[in-house]
């Protein structure tokens, strides 16, 4: 059975950090990719940041400068520190494992509510 279970959210003030964390568990294959994506209410899922096996990293632009993803591949856990954080950071982070080549899967975390405000 395979999980992915993220945790390190809660609520911080404008300007304060916080670091998720992911890890997949039941896993006999690395995932090529891991990645942190996130949904505010009434918006679509978007990508915030994906790190490849070989550490790689794409960013989307609003987080660029102010959140950093790494990975520890032996324990298949993905981090993502968050810094200078604003009210608009303000979603469900969702974590993302992929792997395209066999066995390919697609697994995706529960999510972890971060909240930003005053």
């Known amino acids: 059975q395979v999980q992915l279970v993220e945790s390190g959210g809660g609520l911080v003030q404008p300007g304060g950090s916080l670091r998720l964390s992911c890890e997949a568990s039941?896993?006999?294959?690395?995932?090529?990719?891991m990645g942190w994506y996130r949904q505010a209410p009434g918006n679509e899922r978007d990508k915030v940041a994906t790190i490849e096996h070989d550490g790689a990293t794409v960013y989307a632009d609003s987080v660029k400068g102010r959140f950093t993803i790494s990975r520890d591949n032996a324990r298949n856990t993905v981090y993502l520190q968050m810094t200078s954080l604003k009210p608009e950071d303000t979603a469900v982070y969702y974590c993302?494992?992929?792997?395209?080549?066999?066995?390919?899967?697609?697994?995706w975390g529960q999510g972890v509510q971060v909240t930003v405000s005053s």
């Open positions: 039941g896993i006999d294959f690395s995932p090529n990719v």
């Open positions: 993302k494992a992929d792997r395209t080549s066999w066995p390919s899967y697609r697994y």
